[in-house]
């Protein structure tokens, strides 16, 4: 065993460049148990809910489905299915907003309940062990989990990858501010997520899991603590309190000391993570049967009267979720998707709660003070002190500014995990994050113009070797065309046919024989004038 | 309904330029008080003058540049460069020096460069070096400690010295400045400088009556004293250790061998820290964020530079104290310095 993987073994917590202590605020919602949800009157499901494609439909208009029944199935690359939440009518397919920063439209399912939330028969599993690796898959697949920390990428796939691991990490760090989700999902249910990590850990043919919470939940550390002594497989790592802990990027850093290589992934260097919230839903889709119907989903801010967690059925609206927690909304309310750094704004409530929304945050506009006017920026180098990702976030923003896209790329713009770190701290108060992602977004662009006009340079290069081909071809016709006349005629006159060469000869020898006959007309004419 | 649309973060450390800004010139006042003491009132003269001047130039400035004039006001950074011009000049300095210097450092060095956070020299040095070069002698006319001067100079005649060049009672600055020997006071670095130069000992260059105290008298303690509100600034967040660190090393290690080598002939360590602007350049005027290095290593990098510029400036240079010259030196370096410390991105083969 090497140093580094001894002291991994022996809990050593590395760190992180930078990284800063927002307020946490998660005392807001933390305080009682995740409570159900009433049932919604509409829910809105979108097709794509992970990254990857949409899957596709398997239903219509009109149709009565139940609760967990699937809607879409896998299609083609990474698809995912979509399950309905509750027993109902689909009413509408068609495109409705989405929760995505840009507000665009999407395909959405529209279901109306019939209030009767009915389930369709569930096949719980009675010993995981027994079945195929693949099949395992295929049930996560099914069920269709996506990674429930936010980025959501299919579980399934990212386990599909077949590397030499040295651990599985469960992140329980939850570091953004506010949010408490996966904190009281932890207190609460620590014995299925530990069943969920064995299950992860037996797929992806892995030793050992670290299971990493932050400092500030003792309850979820205590919870854990008390169960981990029958799991050797198993070990709890607390990390310090500091924002993005929970960053896929850096909690490898702490907990290893390795470093993702820049465009890589985390199995790149032996490793691989997964939330707790995915394990958790993993642990129901494999003993249980259970789609990801439902989720954790923190409600807080001092805009609404019951700040606290919730079990949210997917496709729950927005709105309904708020309306039900005592939402005062003041002028110019922001509501914010995810957390305070990272999330994003809602401009309208009837965006639904998708696989990856953890957090609904309405604050007010003194504990959340909106942007001030941006300022010069002052070179201070606040923000470089910050980055986890150890950039220069005032080059890059000078950059981003100037578009110089080869500077950028200097700088390794795409190493930015948008954090928010930087912008932060700024004093000018410059929303650094955004120059970044109008960037990259531009940097793709480009890319992709640049993708289209090889393509299209591809398409004019073999058009014109195809019209260069057809002229030698048609020349070469032509030339043989020539040749099989000319040795047919030398064939005709062999065989004592007219030789048509004897015909231009003789119209050759006619108009020599008539010029020379005028020529001498002329001459005698010219003559006759001199003796005149 | 329509909601508000933010970017992320929607959270921020309410830390603006302003606040900076307003801490660093808190953080000058006992360096002030110090000065005030053992100079005299000129200093809240040329205080006066210099806020006065910057406010008139900074909105003069914005208006020429068609930029909201609130805005440049509101940002307090042309406070700082006033007051550390202010406090960088003879106290009885006539107000015409002030004044220029100011509205050159602000309209010049700061504005025709693009305002805030463009400017690639530090305003405050460079008026100083402006003022510097033009005028050595009013430059460099620094009163006698009020400990060992003949004549106690009043508030009304300094107002008068500074607006007239004579107190009220018809002294000019030049006799003001003759100590008890008939001699015109200079400053510790100038004087010791002169006599090294004059082949005087160290012993024998010391022995002056404004070396009585441990490093010079008066200047030692506004030394410490800004030493002071520079350690408040880094315990506050405002500036990093980095730069003061490295100017303080660039400047004492390599004058501890010098002085090692050199006893009789060197300026020691201590005169080197404690005299001058040394303490004032380390932390507030070398810090100064827009003209520096951005990064740990490269402030570290800057520190050591504009340290190591001083030292070889106040030892072998034409003027006794460098640390003007030593910061706008390395403000012209600071594109390579920041080139060659940028930090290794995560994923690009660093360590942890």
Known sequence: MSAATKAIEAGHIWTFPGGIHPPERKELSNQTSIAPLPLAKDYYLPLKQHSGAPGELLVQV????????????????????????????????????????????????????????????????????????????????????????????????????????????????????????????????????????????????????LIA???????????????????????????????????????????TGRQVPSRGLPIDVGLVMQNVGTAF????????????????????????????????????????????????????????????????????????????????????????????????????????????AQLLPQQLQWLAKAKDYDGLDQQNLFDCIECGACAYVCPSEIPLVHYYRKAKAEVRNIAREKAKAEVARERFEARQERLEREKQERLERHRKAAEARKKAQAEAVAQGGDNPQDAVQAAIARAKARKAAQAAAAQQQNKEGDDA | MTFKIAASPHAHQRRTTQQVMRWVYLALIPGVLVQTYFFGFGVYVQLALALLTAWVAEGLAMRLRG??????????????????????????????????????????????????????????????????????????????????????????????????????????????????????????????????????????????????????????????????????????????????????????????????FNPDQAITPMLHALSGATMLGAFFIATDPVTAATSNKGRWVFGLLVGFLVFVIRTWGGYPDAVAFAVLLANMTVPVIDKYTQPIAYGHGGRS
């Open chain 1, 281 to 388: 839903a993993v642990a129901q889709a494999v003993l249980q049967g259970k789609p990801l119907i439902e989720r954790v989903v923190t409600v807080t801010g001092e805009n609404v009267e019951k700040p606290g967690n919730y079990w949210v059925r997917l496709g729950t609206p927005v709105a309904y979720l708020l309306e039900q927690c005592g939402f005062k909304p003041e002028p110019d309310q922001r509501v914010i998707m995810g957390g305070p750094m990272m999330g994003f704004t809602l401009a309208d409530l009837s965006v639904p709660v998708v696989k990856i929304t953890n957090c609904i945050l309405v604050p007010s506009s003194q504990e959340l003070a909106p942007a001030q006017d941006e300022m010069a920026c002052i070179r201070c180098g606040a923000c470089a002190d910050v980055c986890p």
């Open chain 1, 62 to 209: 009109g149709d009565q489905v139940k609760a967990g029944q699937a809607l879409t199935q896998i299609g083609a690359n990474n698809g995912l299915p979509v399950h309905a939440p509750t027993s109902g009518t689909i009413t509408a397919i068609g495109p409705g907003i989405i929760a995505h920063p840009s507000g665009l439209a999407d395909t959405v399912i529209t279901i109306t309940a019939d209030g009767n939330d009915e389930h369709i028969a569930l096949e719980p599993l009675a010993d995981y062990t027994q079945i195929s690796r693949a099949d395992l898959l295929e049930r996560i697949k099914d069920a269709g989990i996506a990674g429930l920390g936010g980025a959501g990428f299919p579980t399934a796939q990212k386990l599909a990858l077949q590397r030499p691991l040295d651990y599985l990490i469960i992140n329980g760090v939850e570091c953004e501010p506010y949010i408490s989700a996966d904190d009281r999902l932890m207190r609460e249910h620590a014995q299925t997520i530990i069943d969920g990590t064995e299950i992860l850990l037996h797929i992806a043919g892995c030793k050992k899991a």
């Open chain 1, 213 to 255: 919470i932050e400092a500030n939940k003792p309850e979820a550390i205590a919870a854990f603590e008390g169960l981990l002594d029958k799991h050797p497989q198993l070990a709890l790592r607390v990390v310090p309190v500091k924002y993005p802990s929970g960053g896929e990027k850096q909690l490898i850093q702490l907990l």
């Open chain 2, 67 to 260: 930029r909201p004039v609130a805005h440049a006001w509101q940002d307090h950074t042309a406070i700082v460069t006033a007051v550390l011009l202010a406090i960088s000049i003879p106290a009885l300095a006539p107000w015409w020096i002030i004044v220029m210097g100011t509205a050159f450092a602000i309209i010049v060095v700061k504005h025709v460069y693009g305002g805030v956070g463009q400017n690639l020299f530090n305003p405050a040095m460079a008026g100083y070096v402006l003022l510097l070069i033009s005028f050595p002698v009013q430059m460099t006319s620094w009163p006698i400690p009020n400990e060992l001067a003949q004549l106690q100079v009043s508030i009304s005649d300094t107002v008068s010295l500074i607006f007239s060049g004579f107190t009220q009672a018809g002294y000019n600055l030049e006799q003001l400045r003759m100590g008890a020997d008939g001699i015109t006071m200079a400053t510790p670095l100038d004087s010791l400088r002169n006599d090294l130069n004059h082949q005087l000992t160290l012993g024998e260059a010391l022995s002056k009556p404004i070396f009585d105290d441990f490093a010079g008298i008066g200047w030692a303690w506004v030394n410490i004293a800004f030493l002071l509100g520079g350690l408040v600034l880094i315990k506050q967040k405002i500036i990093s250790w980095h730069i003061p660190g490295g100017m303080l090393v660039g400047l004492l290690v390599p004058a501890a061998i010098y002085w090692l």
